[in-house]
Nanobody, 118 residues
Framework: QVQLVESGGGLVQPGGSLRLSCVVS????????MGWCRQAPGKKRELVAS???????KYQDSVKGRFTVFRDNAKNTVYLQMDSLTPEDTAVYYC????????????WGQGTQVSISP
C-alpha cells in the first residue's frame, strides 16, 4: 500500500531553518512527481513545492527563494529544506504524491507540524 511518512517538523524562531523528510513506500518513487502541501489554521491546503520525475521543481511564490525541494530516489525519500522561516510559514506540512498532471494530490502523509514563533 502507498505510504508517505513525514518527519522533521518542530518549533523554530523566525529566520530559522528546518529540513523535512518524507520516506515513501508502496510505489516506485522514480515514476512519480512529488510535492509538499501545507495547511495553516483558517486556510485551505496549498501545494507549496513540487519536484518532478526529472528533478525539475516548482514553487508557490510565497516560498520561492526560501524553500528547496529535492528527491533521492535511491533512498525513497523526498526533502523540503526551509530557510528564512517566518510566522506565516506555520502550518502542518504534508508530503504528497501528485497525479499525472503534476499539480494534483492523489496521496498524502500524516503531516508534521511546523511552528515559527519568537
Amino acid at each position: 500500500q502507498v505510504q508517505l511518512v513525514e518527519s522533521g517538523g518542530g518549533l523554530v524562531q523566525p529566520g530559522g531553518s528546518l529540513r523535512l523528510s518524507c520516506v515513501v513506500s508502496g510505489f516506485p518513487l522514480s515514476r512519480y512527481d512529488m510535492g509538499w502541501c501545507r495547511q495553516a489554521p483558517g486556510k485551505k491546503r496549498e501545494l507549496v513545492a513540487s519536484v518532478y520525475m526529472d528533478g525539475a521543481t516548482k514553487y508557490q511564490d510565497s516560498v520561492k527563494g526560501r524553500f528547496t525541494v529535492f528527491r533521492d530516489n535511491a533512498k525513497n525519500t523526498v526533502y523540503l529544506q526551509m530557510d528564512s522561516l517566518t510566522p506565516e510559514d506555520t502550518a502542518v506540512y504534508y508530503c504528497a504524491r501528485l497525479d499525472r498532471s503534476g499539480d494534483y494530490v492523489d496521496y498524502w502523509g500524516q503531516g508534521t507540524q511546523v511552528s515559527i514563533s519568537p
